[in-house]
């Protein structure tokens, strides 16, 4: 008799202690419902520039025949940006959105939904893909306005240190007045080894006319080159003048007219 009944006993725990397991096993596993956020996401306009303010938009479909509640996150580049609560009604779809001021760059947009469904159900997605988006910078009138004077100013820096060179160039032409050269040198050493007159006229007055004209012509080079040289290294002040000069001779012509 005891045997009998102990074989009973372990007969039904075999029988129960697998049912048993099997039961906690399937009522832990969640069933998911035909209910979901949309992957796609969208913006209120096709045209997003710097320092616009645009909605952004989620789906989230719901055809489970189950209503629930929850809260949309949305995210720009991973960082939480604003929370939305939202109702889902069964056989609806559902939209949810919030404002966002567009700022320079490329950017990524993700929207993600928690619910308060109980344990044993769960949608067939949370995440909405990520969704880039690319914003120019906006340029200011102020940055035009100083990008135009670093430019200029670099400009006439370059033409400044060109001008110094050309003008350092042009000096360097000048030839020498106060000094005999060395081909006036040799013209002298030649007459006074022929020790006579050149064309009738006296070797040292030949060679006091040469001295006299070279220099001359020396003076008037040098002039002109330090003249040249002034206008290169004033060159802003010489572009200045011929400005003015072409505003006077329109304001004249003009008048005559």
């Known amino acids: 008799m005891n045997k009998k009944l102990s074989f009973f006993i372990i007969t039904l725990c075999i029988s129960f202690f697998p049912f048993n397991s099997f039961a906690q096993t399937a009522s832990s596993t969640p069933v998911k419902i035909n209910a979901r956020i949309l992957p796609t996401i969208w913006y209120s306009t096709l045209s ?14 719901n055809n489970s025949g189950v209503n629930f509640s929850g809260t949309a996150i949305f995210y720009v580049d991973d960082e939480e940006i604003s929370k ?12 949810v959105d919030v404002n966002w001021v567009a700022n320079p760059g490329t950017h990524s947009v993700e929207v993600k939904i928690s619910t308060n469904l ?3 159900k ?14 120019t910078r906006k340029v200011t009138l102020e940055e035009v306005k100083e990008t135009a004077i670093t430019t200029a100013s670099n400009i006439v820096d370059k033409v400044d240190e060109l001008a110094s060179g050309l003008a350092q ?7 020498p007045t106060g000094s ?10 030649s007459l006074v080894a022929n020790k006579g007159r050149v064309l009738g006229v006296s070797t040292s007055t030949a060679i006091s006319d040469y001295k ?6 020396n003076y008037f080079l040098n002039l002109f080159l330090s003249f040249v040289a ?7 002040w010489v572009i200045l003048g011929i400005i003015i000069l072409i505003v006077i001779i329109k304001i004249k012509k003009n008048r005559e007219e």
Do not use: M
């Open 48 to 61: 997003v520039n710097d320092g616009d303010s645009i909605r952004i938009y989620a789906g989230i479909q």
């Open 118 to 120: 109980s344990s044993s």
């Open 180 to 189: 005999v050269s060395n081909d006036i040198k040799n013209s002298e050493s």
């Open 169 to 175: 160039k042009i000096e360097s032409l000048k030839q």
């Open 212 to 217: 006299s004209a070279s220099n001359k012509t």
């Open 84 to 95: 939305k609560a939202f109702t889902s009604e069964k056989d609806s779809l559902k939209d």
């Open 122 to 135: 769960e949608l067939v997605s949370y995440d909405s893909d990520k969704s880039h988006i690319s914003i």
């Open 230 to 236: 002034f206008l290169v290294i004033n060159w802003k």
